[in-house]
Each structure stands twice: as structure tokens, then as C-alpha cells.
């Protein structure tokens, strides 16, 4: 079993940054691919970035060259950066985590809001 505590959410103008972190509990971070996950208003949750055991990571369109993400097994700990902010961004964000050496994903944090103000 994993927890995960997201952190880091918050109001920001368009065109600012924000940096999300998500805390993880449990054992075998290192397997786990872990991904940033986010939900507006009326639509459904998405995918925004994945990084997976291997380091290997993938964007949503909507957000390449924009969000970085990022993890340190050491600290079992992974991060999503986000430069250029729009207010489209605005959503609740969630980190999730796959099972060791799955894909799906399994696990998710309670989220934290991102608001962006035009």
C-alpha cells in the first residue's frame, strides 16, 4: 500500500509558476511509475504528465514545454513544475502511482488546487 500527500497548490496570475509535490508513503517507490493527474470543473480527469521506473516521461500536448515533471527515490518524492501558467491550468491536481512494475494506476493522493487568474 502507498499514501500519497500532495503540496504546493495554489492562486497564481497567468504567466507564473508553481511547483507541485507529492509525498509518498509505502514501500517500492522506485517500481512505481507515478504520474500528475488534474480535473476542472465539469470535465474529466486527465493525464497532464508521467514519469515512469525508468525515468522516462510524457507530457499532455496542452502542456509540452510548459511542466516539467520530476522524481527522487531517494526521498520518494516526485514533483511537477509548471511554467507559463494559463488559466485553462485551473484545476484540481492529483499525483497517482502505478503498482510496483504495473502500468495502471492504482493509487491516488486527495488533490490540490491550482487557480490561475487571467
Known amino acids: 500500500q502507498v499514501q500519497l500527500v500532495e503540496s504546493g497548490g495554489g492562486l497564481v496570475q497567468a504567466g507564473g509558476s508553481l511547483t507541485l509535490s507529492c509525498a509518498a508513503s509505502?514501500?517500492?517507490?522506485?517500481?512505481?511509475?507515478m504520474g500528475w493527474h488534474r480535473q476542472a470543473p465539469g470535465k474529466q480527469r486527465e493525464l497532464v504528465a508521467a514519469?515512469?521506473?525508468?525515468?522516462?516521461?510524457n507530457y499532455a500536448e496542452s502542456v509540452k514545454g510548459r511542466f516539467a515533471i520530476s522524481r527522487d527515490n531517494a526521498k520518494n518524492l516526485v514533483s511537477l513544475q509548471m511554467n507559463s501558467l494559463k488559466p485553462e491550468d485551473t484545476a484540481v491536481y492529483y499525483c497517482?502511482?502505478?503498482?510496483?512494475w504495473g502500468s495502471g494506476y492504482e493509487h491516488w493522493g486527495q488533490g490540490t488546487q491550482v487557480t490561475v487568474s487571467s
Open positions: 497517482a502511482a502505478t503498482a510496483p
Open positions: 514519469i515512469a521506473r525508468d525515468y522516462v516521461t
Open positions: 509505502g514501500s517500492r517507490f522506485g517500481l512505481r511509475g
